[in-house]
């Protein structure tokens, strides 16, 4: 029995899903984890019909505190040997940070940054015994960008943490066999911003700057499985983050005010 997983968090929609639905494609067995279990349940069977790979998923919420343990523990429970982790969770909070409560943003930390940490944490002590792991982190291009004015002002902050921290997995653990990739999507189209009340925002972004979800995935997997260190889809998105590395901030918020559906105004 191949007793080998793919480990993708949030895989029940949008970007993660897709993601799975791709490695499923190449043969990986999948395990899922989400908050949703009934859906959980549904795309775990759906995906093990159409790939003829194994496929199991465990419910848990990366805001609690307890779930990257939980994850873990259903892993070891089951003999299940993560291969390639997809740290792929997250959302956006559609609020002024003054308008937040420090739980609120404590658990989106919790969800986009923390739980990153800790499952890399958990899992890459059996990826250094198997002397081969794949590690992504998906990021965003607000990693590079200034950090919104509009909502989610700790969004952009996390995700450039997320980047610093893939790095720092590539410097220690690359020479061993471990690779992280940072996949940093643009404008993407996918529940996530209907799910964070930002569809209207959504809505404003012109045409030609958004993806669809599936493309960037098939990139991001490809990316992944070359080691590549950082991935940023299509040629529009790699000049919009390389302006944003070397021009002044002023410009690049009067640059992004036109092309970010009001997210500088």
């Known amino acids: 029995m191949n007793n080998k997983y793919s480990l993708i968090t949030g895989g029940t929609a949008g970007i993660g899903l897709d993601i799975a639905k791709e490695l499923a494609k190449r043969g ?4 899922l984890t989400a908050r949703r279990e009934e859906r959980l349940k549904e795309i775990s069977a759906s995906i093990k019909e159409e790939f003829n790979v194994d496929c199991n998923y465990i419910a848990a919420d990366l805001a609690d505190a307890s779930a990257p343990e939980m994850i873990y523990n259903f892993c070891s429970e089951n003999n299940y040997i993560v291969e390639i982790l997809v740290n792929n969770a997250g959302y956006s909070i559609n609020k002024k940070f003054h308008e937040t409560s420090e739980d609120e943003e ?3 930390l919790r969800v986009l940054g923390i739980a990153v940490v800790a499952l890399t944490k958990k899992f890459i002590p059996s990826m250094l015994e198997q002397k081969h792991g794949k590690i992504m982190m998906v990021s965003s291009l607000a990693s ?3 950090p919104s004015s509009g909502w989610g002002a700790l969004y952009g902050p996390v995700k450039t943490f997320v980047n610093r921290f893939g790095d720092a997995i590539n410097i220690n653990y ?4 471990i690779t992280a990739t940072n996949v940093c999507p643009g404008f993407t189209v996918t529940e996530f911003h209907t799910a964070s009340g930002m569809q209207d925002a959504m809505d404003k972004v012109p045409a030609f700057m958004k993806k669809d979800s599936k493309t960037v995935a098939i990139g991001a997997v490809q990316a992944m499985m070359k080691g590549r260190s950082v991935w940023v889809p299509g040629i529009l998105n790699k000049l919009l983050a390389f302006l944003c590395n070397i021009l ?3 410009i690049v918020i009067r640059m992004s005010s036109s092309l970010a559906g009001g997210r500088y105004e």
């Open 144 to 146: 590079f960008a200034p």
């Open 248 to 250: 002044p901030t002023s």
């Open 106 to 108: 404590e658990k989106f």
């Open 174 to 177: 690359r020479s061993q066999g």
């Open 28 to 31: 990986h067995n999948i395990l």
